[in-house]
């Protein structure tokens, strides 16, 4: 039997924890005298009752978590967070309707970066701050961050940091579940920090500062302004950004061996990371190439702008600095594979991660020379570990689940008279969490206010189960996962 008190119990607790960081917006606001005030405070009001009230309705619960408890919890508390992250978007007028809303902040947690909004300069900046505030949180996961401050008030952590965690092997740096949470924080606060203080060095304004680096390092890509990062024209920050977009790619536990350990070998020597700076190398060259070569742009430009746009689709961020939208269509390909594939896992990036692209790559030798040696025992290994069986099939299902979630969108776009290019990049880039989309009717530089309502719904359905990997989600239409035994 679920335990749904435990699990109203711990959604309440969370929810106290939204209402403060809509406390920060609403200071934000109130330092600039605008006129989003009364939708915080109304927002502030309605999620502090809705707290109360599921830690009444979670009174007296045993604090015993199971798996189905975590999964129920984890994907509850992302639509729910969602929900009432959305109200000061509707309450202030500036998203009247809350289908635009939801999807809005959907797309701020699930680090998606897809807007609906066409001019985010007419925002206030409370709201351009909680735009960004839900990037930043959403990075490494809801939960994963009350790990790291209030380890207590999650029972079973464990399991919730299975269920939320993304890749396919669970890599913790400490016995302790909670310390290995405020390591990867510390990093975490660090890379935000380091970045924000370059673009304040490089001529970025503070304000603009601080939300692209809570932007850039939860790999989200929600702007303050229209022209996303061309705004600035700035070489300098152009490649800031492709760096702390890579870095913010990288798996947290590497970057730990790297900037606590010095272990700089052990480092270098991750398959996965090989793999993803092999991507990047080899598509920013590609993209280089054929800007020089069919656009008859400078070569040190060409690759500044597939170097940004290589960086953004890969670590799923969607920032631009021009529109790659007008290159030749054979980069779009290059571009999609990278939003496919995303960045290591361990990070806050989205797609199907490097590390599946790995295995995936040894399971297909492996397949080859078994055909050669039917006898023979081939184990797939990564940074000289075994993978176990359990472990291939159950990447086998999780691609299963992502290619069929993504041709079901992409047949619904279809029939909403949505153009093909844009259905199946629009899918893709829900699903992977990436945000730009490819193709004539909304490109790369462009919202996804045109959208049916339908649409929407499904992307931010499509967004939440990328997030949390498919598998979380999809577990909770099962029957198996309500029976009592």
């Known amino acids: 039997m679920i335990n749904f008190k435990l699990v109203y119990k711990v959604i309440g607790s969370l929810l106290f924890i939204e209402a403060i960081m809509m406390f920060s917006c609403l200071l934000v606001s109130v330092y600039y005298r605008e006129d989003d005030i009364p939708a915080f405070l109304v927002a502030i009001a309605v999620t502090v009752l ?117 890749g396919p092997i669970k890599s913790k740096m400490h ?18 920090a380091a970045c924000a203080g370059l673009f304040c060095v490089f001529g970025m304004g503070f304000f603009d500062s601080v939300n692209y680096s809570m932007s850039i390092t939860a790999t989200g890509g929600f702007s303050t302004r229209n022209a996303s990062i061309a705004y600035f024209d700035s070489v300098a920050i152009d490649y800031t950004a492709a760096v702390f977009m890579i870095l913010s790619g990288i798996n947290f536990s590497l970057l730990y061996l790297l900037m606590f350990k010095g272990k700089l070998k052990a480092f270098f020597k991750d398959t996965e990371l090989r793999f993803y700076l092999a991507v990047i190398s080899i598509s920013t060259l590609f993209i280089t190439y054929f800007l020089t070569t069919r656009s008859g742009i400078a070569v040190a430009d060409s690759f500044r702008y597939a170097l940004f746009q290589v960086s953004s689709f890969i670590s799923t961020t969607g920032l631009f600095n021009t529109d790659a939208g007008l290159w030749p269509h054979i980069t779009w390909v290059v571009l999609t594979v990278c939003m496919v594939f995303g960045s290591c896992a361990g990070s806050t990036s989205g797609g199907i991660k490097c590390i599946r692209g790995a295995m995936l790559l040894r399971i297909i030798r492996n397949e080859f020379k078994h055909i050669l040696h039917p006898r023979a025992v081939i184990p797939v290994k990564l940074n000289g570990t075994n993978i176990p069986s359990s472990a291939q099939a159950t990447l086998l299902v999780f691609l299963s689940l992502y290619g069929i979630s993504c041709l079901a969108a992409f047949f619904c776009f279809q029939m909403m008279g949505i153009e093909s290019t844009n259905a199946i990049t629009i899918a893709i880039s829900s699903a992977s969490n990436v945000g730009p989309a490819l193709g004539g009717a909304i490109g790369p530089t462009m919202s996804w206010s045109s959208l049916p309502d339908a649409a929407k719904w499904i992307c931010s359905g499509l967004m939440l189960m990328g997030r949390l990997e498919f598998l979380s989600v999809f577990v909770l239409f099962t029957r198996a996962f309500w029976k009592e035994n």
């Open 50 to 166: 809705a707290a109360i009230g599921m830690k009444y309705k979670g009174y007296k619960a045993e604090n015993l978590m199971g798996r189905r408890e975590a999964y129920l919890l984890v994907t509850l508390t992302w639509v729910i967070f969602s929900a009432l992250g959305a109200l000061p978007l509707v309450i202030s007028g500036y998203i009247p309707s809350f289908t635009d809303a939801f999807f809005e902040t959907m797309s701020g947690f699930t680090t998606t970066g897809a807007t609906i909004i066409d001019d985010v300069e007419a925002l206030p900046h409370g709201l351009l701050f909680w735009r960004s505030l839900t990037h930043w949180i959403g990075g490494l996961g809801i939960m994963f961050f009350t790990i790291a401050i209030l380890p207590s008030l999650v029972g079973g952590s464990v399991k919730v940091f299975s269920a939320e965690a993304t």
């Open 175 to 192: 016995p302790r579940l909670s310390t290995t949470a405020k390591w990867i924080w510390a990093i975490y606060l660090i890379l935000t």
